[in-house]
């Protein structure tokens, strides 16, 4: 199974301030079909998941554009350029490419 | 306004089974696959499974193969998972998602607890 790594799994942020969340494959996720099926969710506590980000980069429709998805490959990031109080919970990233579809451990956002 | 409504969770007895639904409205539910996805108390998400639109194609996670089995009435637009021989290791929320890997919108239930213990 492909091993998704998060970095940091605790991220505390002064509001206002920008945060940042890497993902790492143990190997490419670039589809056969060309495509790079890497996508991050945001957990609130107490909510389900909440998809923000598909294919590396394309914010799902709602999603304020302080979240950023970056990558290629094996390494990916989530960037949100101002952290707003709404923010606090877990992020997750997962690769929807090989089968079966795996998650990362999840980084916690709060704020300081 | 697309709903997803799971039901069916419970406490279970080690061994035991269990059938979880997820209820879906607001959208032709015959023309999406479908997956399970769980997520153990404190803990991380796990994809469990997808079923194809008609239910002719269903992708297991390893660790849950040959004790569960999703399946799926598109005439009565709902989703199923049957859960048998259950662990301690398969207590979790269940949460029933129509997921796109593209830039079909997803949507996700509020979940069903199953918990598995003596």
């Known amino acids: 199974d492909v091993v998704m790594t998060q970095s940091p799994l605790s991220l505390p942020v002064t509001l206002g301030q920008p945060a940042s969340i890497s993902c790492r494959s143990s190997?490419?996720?670039?589809?056969?079909?060309?495509?790079?099926?890497l996508t991050w969710f945001q957990q609130r506590p107490g909510q389900s998941p909440r998809r923000l980000v598909y294919?590396?980069?394309n914010r799902e429709s709602g999603v304020p554009d302080r979240f950023s998805g970056s990558g290629s490959g094996t390494d990916f990031t989530l960037k949100i350029s101002a952290v707003e109080a709404e923010d606090v919970g877990v992020y997750y990233c997962?690769?929807?490419?090989?089968?079966?579809?795996?998650f990362g451990q999840g980084t916690k956002v709060e704020i300081k | 306004e697309v709903q997803l409504v799971e039901s069916g969770g419970g406490l279970v007895q080690p061994g035991g089974s269990l059938r979880v639904s997820c209820a879906a409205s607001?959208?032709?539910?015959?023309?999406?696959?479908m997956s399970w996805v769980r997520q153990a108390p404190g803990k991380g998400l796990e994809w469990v499974a997808n079923i194809r639109q008609d239910g002719s194609e269903i992708q297991y996670v390893d660790s849950v193969k040959g004790r569960f089995t999703v399946s799926r009435d598109n005439a009565k637009n709902s989703l199923f998972l049957q859960i048998n021989s259950l662990r301690a290791e398969d207590t979790a929320v269940y949460y029933c998602?129509?997921?796109?890997?593209?830039?079909?919108?997803?949507?996700w239930g509020q979940g069903t607890l199953v918990t598995v213990s003596s």
């Open positions: 607001g959208f032709t539910f015959s023309s999406y696959w």
């Open positions: 997962m690769q929807g490419t090989h089968w079966p579809w795996t």
């Open positions: 190997q490419s996720l670039v589809d056969g079909d060309g495509n790079t099926y």
């Open positions: 294919k590396v980069s």
């Open positions: 998602t129509r997921f796109s890997r593209g830039p079909l919108q997803n949507y």
